[in-house]
């Protein structure tokens, strides 16, 4: 693997704490992405690592909410930039920056210990402590029905916003007229890609609802069409008390320690006993409004593996369905079945993303041939296309942008793991 090409993106890529995920479509800080891009860091440039995640960390609203994006530099042109969102500069509690008004699943929290444990730098896990556990109670106290599992409420928020997933409850509302320029279609090969015009609608119709709400949970919760629980978000959160829990014990918080395994324990429990689809053999987010499962074969259904909420009968029926996500040249695709399209975003190519998360998943789940299955197929992509966004299943053609960040981050993080599960830092391994 070209690891010095792998590094010479990620510089291209950086800006003044911060590293974009590509210059062609994403010019700010996203939040998972950040997570991603600060894995890789840890072993390639680990001040770098530590530093992406304090950069993103001060753009952590007083609440305690870690937004989806931090608008660091001039946003005019963009859409949907600060002047869509309306959030101002007063939310945020350590700079004052413009940003989204949503969130994204919480792998900062999981990134943050794996950069701990790679640095061993106690100062960095004392100044980042306070954050991650503002972060995780947020998402308890404003998103979570019962204390168990915690919701979203923008496809936007899920990172994989064009799942099929979300197609029931996104045409269960009219938009109405909305007008707006989209900013995301460069060339018309990468238009056919994106989300189209439909789906578009409805996402800037639910920013509009929740500026016009003043960015309210609680009213939100009440009002919005939109209110899901993903169960990838749900292993990430569950992830994300693992390793508050760790990062706490480490700093010798016993009290804190215990809280964080204990919601880590009620949520993968909640996970494994409402969520799984012993059908369609994986774990499928639930449509709060309607009242009803989202039963669609996408690779969030699988992501589970990494908070450990399969029981064992599940997870042997889980390996009948990794067949169907297996059964391409390369694996895995971010959706399978009848809307599969393995050109179009998140409706059928492999990420490399969720592919970690995966690969990670059914490591600590023992399937180590799967795993490895995962592990060599992402290498070969990246051998092949290069630093792509997204790459079919079919073919390995490399789709979207291209120099894209948290691909070439992640090259580095397998590299750097090896294929030992003693050298892997346990922040995304197991626990």
Not at 119 to 133: H, I, K
């Amino acid at each position: 693997m070209d690891t010095d090409t792998a590094r010479s993106v990620l510089e291209a890529n950086r800006r003044d704490g911060y590293t974009i995920p590509s210059a062609t479509l994403y010019p700010f800080q996203w939040n998972w992405d950040s997570a991603f891009i600060a894995v890789g860091l840890a072993h390639a440039d680990p001040a770098a690592a530590k530093r992406e995640i304090r950069t993103l960390l001060d753009a952590r609203w007083e609440n305690g909410m870690v937004p989806q994006i931090a608008f660091w530099s001039d946003a005019e042109g963009y859409f949907p930039g600060p002047d869509e969102w309306r959030v101002g500069t007063d939310r945020t509690v350590h700079a004052a920056v413009e940003t989204s008004g949503i969130t994204q699943p919480p792998m900062v929290v999981p990134a943050a210990r794996y950069v701990y444990e790679v640095t061993g730098d106690e100062a960095f896990r004392d100044s980042v402590l306070p954050d991650l556990r503002a972060y995780c109670e947020w998402w308890l106290r404003e998103r979570s029905d019962d204390g168990e599992l915690v919701w979203i409420r923008h496809p936007w928020a899920t990172g994989m916003d064009d799942s099929p997933a979300w197609v029931g409850p996104l045409e269960r509302f009219d938009p109405g007229e909305v007008s707006y320029v989209r900013e995301d279609r460069k060339d018309d090969d990468l238009a056919d890609q994106r989300p189209t015009d439909w789906d578009y609608d409805r996402y800037v119709a639910l920013v509009r609802q929740g500026r016009e709400l003043d960015w309210d949970e609680a009213r939100l919760r009440e009002a919005s069409p939109f209110v899901v629980e993903d169960v990838l978000t749900n292993a990430l959160f569950v992830r994300a008390c693992e390793s508050l829990a760790a990062l706490s014990a480490d700093a010798s918080d016993e009290s804190e320690a215990t809280r964080w395994r204990e919601q880590a324990e009620t949520t993968r429990r909640a996970l494994s006993d409402r969520r799984f689809d012993d059908e369609r053999g994986l774990f499928v987010s639930y449509d709060l409004v309607a009242d009803e499962p989202l039963p669609a074969r996408s690779i969030a259904g699988l992501v589970p593996t990494l908070a450990g909420a399969p029981t064992p009968d599940q997870f042997d029926r889980m390996r009948e369905t990794l067949d169907s996500f297996f059964d391409y040249d390369y694996a895995v695709p971010s959706y399978v079945g009848p809307e599969m399209d393995t050109d179009r975003y998140w409706r059928g190519p492999v990420w490399l993303n969720t592919n970690w998360l995966v690969e990670r998943g059914l490591r600590r789940m023992g399937a180590e041939t799967a795993a490895a299955r995962v592990r060599e197929d992402s290498l070969s992509l990246l051998e092949r296309e290069g630093f792509r966004e997204y790459f079919s299943p079919e073919t390995g053609a490399g789709r979207g942008s291209d120099r894209f960040s948290w691909s070439a981050a992640l090259s580095l993080a397998w590299d750097g793991d090896g294929t030992d599960e003693g050298r892997m830092p346990i922040g995304l391994g197991r626990d």
